[in-house]
């Protein structure tokens, strides 16, 4: 199977600029140059996307391509041990595979980079990476299309002297001075920069400009033949110029597989390695961001794809990227978490962290009561249920809906936000209600929480509850304090609220035990000021005179 269709190589990085410059064109593999011919932009249309995804035109961005800080030294390091937790005995895996670096001064291509006797893998991709301007997610897919060394469990150190398949032309045997690790880490790094013929270079690489239609062979057998190929960007140059064929319609339908006898996988892998692993050429997937996107099953994961870059600066250093179906947050304190359907819808409509509830602190969990589902977050947590949307609770209303058994409890599901005013709060749930003040946070349920929810709530005449739903009283009857009167219920006469002047006459004559019983109905404004009617009898009072008569049950 051809593996790469080996690139075009340069005289050797160790070289002085100068000396590079004109060695240049003796390295070039024929065969490479041969394969771009120019065609008239004008005349040419750009190649659609094939159904895999794969775009022939732009490979990758070079927003993505040349992005160097989408993963951490630390980052790359539990990237290449999640691919490989155990290796062969007997074998050095990727993870544990150290080599001896050099220092290299700056050029027009990388940074300078300090060498050291004895440095991992992980720490060489990402100083090279750094140094030299290339993501490290392009140098990781690189040598696993080239070598396999990212998933490998039990590598011949072969494939670590040419992991990059840097100097490995397909028409001729690889150039030795560019055996080992990272020789060909670096000496890839630089070379893909080098294709852009940067400023202080020449103008060499030219056969497949960006901006220009290029014939791009399928296959070093020039009787496979070619098509036109619009580089709409320079990594997607850079990537011909390191392997110079285009997959066939026959390597692409074969996913990582075999097509036939004109098919070449380098530039295929590269697309497949890269979308499995990271998401998007277009949009990479950064950080610890990744690390979650992977755990989650990848592109098979219910978020899709990335439609936007990995983005930082959000409340206390965090970052987020987002996705067809939602998106990932990231904090140094709660880790990376997905947050998406109406429970994302929610949290945006709230102010996403910088809101009330801060940073998802789990994931979405599900198989609550009636099919619903809930998100924890900092301070507080988002609850959904088909019938009832997604609501957030937090702070001592939450507190006290969980003592009551949260959904499962006699509240049910919050069916509101929280309402603040003037000191006080209330939420309203499926069973009733929680009301809060400086005295605490109490459930009102059943038909107390019902009335008091008719009465407008904490925003009504009673205020919020200052106590919690009491039972035992008289027939057995039941009340709760709020912070401007009560509400008591009983079998027989129903729940009504009680307050001023009214409810003061009513609790110095005994309340429902007196002779007045159980008030049977609501508060009356009337022009001359209130009535209430009870068990045994009607409670007038008189504003003018601030005084209650009763007028017995007749």
């Known amino acids: ?43 040419v ?14 490979i990758i961005t070079d927003q993505a391509f040349f992005n160097s800080g989408t993963m951490t030294e630390a980052q790359i390091q539990s990237f290449l041990e999640a691919k490989v937790p155990t290796c062969r005995a007997g074998y050095t895996c990727l993870k544990d595979w150290y080599d001896t670096s050099r220092t290299t001064s700056a050029d ?10 004895r440095e991992r893998a992980s720490r060489i991709i990402f100083k090279v990476a750094q140094a030299c301007g290339i993501n490290p997610q392009v140098i990781l897919v690189t040598l696993q299309k080239e070598q396999g060394l990212v998933n490998h469990t039990w590598p011949s150190d072969w494939r670590y002297r040419i992991a990059m398949g840097q100097g490995c032309p397909d028409t001729a045997a690889c150039d030795t001075r560019y055996y080992g690790f990272f020789n060909q880490v ?26 220009q239609t290029w014939n791009v062979r399928f296959n070093p057998n020039v009787s496979c033949g070619s098509s036109p190929v619009y ?31 004109c098919s070449a996988y380098g530039n295929r892998n590269f697309f497949n390695y890269f979308t499995d692993w990271f ?58 978490w997905e947050t998406y359907g ?19 602190i789990g994931a979405p969990t599900c198989g609550t009561k009636d099919g619903g589902c809930y998100q924890n977050f900092q301070l507080g947590a988002i609850s959904w249920s088909p019938s009832t949307g997604a609501w957030e609770t937090y702070g001592s209303i939450r507190g006290a809906w969980r003592d009551s058994g949260f959904e499962g409890g006699p509240l049910g599901y919050p069916t509101a936000a929280p309402v603040n005013a003037d000191g006080r709060a209330s939420q309203a749930f499926q069973g009733g209600a929680i009301g809060w003040t400086s005295a605490g946070a109490f459930p009102v349920t059943g038909d107390i929480g019902r009335r008091w929810n008719a009465i ?3 925003d009504g005449a009673l205020g919020a509850p200052t106590g919690p739903y009491t039972c035992g009283t008289k027939n057995g009857g039941c009340y709760q304090n709020f912070q401007f009167g009560a509400i008591s219920w009983s079998p027989t006469t129903g729940a009504w609220e009680t307050y001023g002047a009214i409810r003061t006459y009513w609790r110095q004559n005994g309340f429902e035990r007196g002779t007045l019983g159980y008030p049977t109905g609501a508060v009356t404004t009337t022009g001359t000021g209130r009535t209430q009617t009870f068990q045994g009898g009607t409670a007038i009072w008189d504003s003018a005179t601030d005084s209650v008569t009763v007028t017995p049950r007749g």
């Open 342 to 360: 109406d429970i994302r819808a929610r949290w945006s409509r709230i102010g996403f962290e910088g809101g009330v509830l801060g940073y998802p």
């Open 45 to 58: 249309a750009a190649v659609a996307a094939a159904p895999s995804g794969f775009n022939p035109s732009q």
């Open 279 to 336: 998401g998007s050429t277009s949009q990479p997937i950064g950080g610890a961001i990744l690390a979650r996107w992977t755990e989650l099953g990848g592109r098979a994961n219910p978020l899709g794809a990335p439609t936007g870059p990995y983005t930082c600066g959000t409340k206390n250093g965090g970052c987020y990227q987002n996705f067809q179906f939602g998106a990932i947050s990231w904090s140094p304190t709660t880790g990376a």
């Open 108 to 117: 027009a291509m990388c940074g300078a980079y300090s060498g050291g006797m």
């Open 186 to 211: 670096y000496g890839a790094a630089w070379q893909l920069k080098r294709y852009a013929n940067p400023p202080g270079t020449s103008k060499y690489f030219t056969w497949y400009a960006p901006g």
């Open 456 to 458: 407008s709530g904490a």
């Open 231 to 261: 580089i709409a960007n320079q990594a997607t140059a850079d990537l011909y110029y390191y392997t110079p064929y285009q997959p066939n319609a026959a390597a692409l339908r074969a996913g990582y597989g075999e097509g036939d006898s």
């Open 1 to 43: 199977m051809l593996q790469s269709g080996r690139r075009i190589t340069l005289t050797t990085f160790f070289a002085a600029v100068a000396v590079l410059v004109t060695a240049i064109g003796s390295l070039t593999s024929v065969s490479a140059a041969q394969a771009a011919t120019p065609q008239s932009v004008s005349t």
